[in-house]
């Protein structure tokens, strides 16, 4: 397991990031995927491969949350891998990539997010299959390697149901065996983080965190 430096969300996913499976996050902007993923990369103190596809990524703060959280912030920069594909095509062949770039010296690899580019594309049908390659690719660098993959969603309205719903919900749904459900709440700085699927802890659980100057903490 790879602890995520937050005790109530650890204590919801039975300990932390799963080795060896895609774990999807999805949520609202501004709910915390990226830095829950940053501080997650920061704590496994392995190199991290880093896919950024909407240019989220942001290395003043990481190094601000390695720096309050006690960490030499320039080894924690140097530590991170990043990649930065410009559409699905790049996207493809980045993720490709990884199974010749991800090896033991890897603790996590990060897919932010995995859907950006594909939303910008009309082809749906054949976006969906390539979508689907992409996180067998994935599957497989976690199992072969034994570490977390944080696959990071976007969400879209449902106006049928009436409420949000991941981007590509059943194409990702199908790989993924965890899945992450972030939320803002009213109360500034609060967030709350839903289990909607899990190997062996119950779905629906809830724990609430805070987004500060050292990342994502418990909420006092």
Known sequence: MLATGVKSLDELLGGGFGEGVL???????????TTLALQAGLLSGRKVAYVDTEGGFSPERLAQIAENRGFDPEAVLQRFVLFTPG?????RRIIGSLKRVVTGEFGLVVVDSITAHYRAEEDWRALTSELSKQLQVLLWIARKNGIPVLVINQVHFDSHAERTRPVAEHTLGYRCKDILRLDRLPVPGKRVAVLERHRFR????????????????DVE
């Open 202 to 217: 119950p779905e629906g659980l809830m724990a609430y965190f805070r987004i500060t100057d050292k990342g994502v903490e």
């Open 87 to 91: 559409d699905i095509r790049e996207q």
């Open 23 to 33: 774990t999807q996050v999805y949520g609202p902007y501004a709910s915390g995927k």
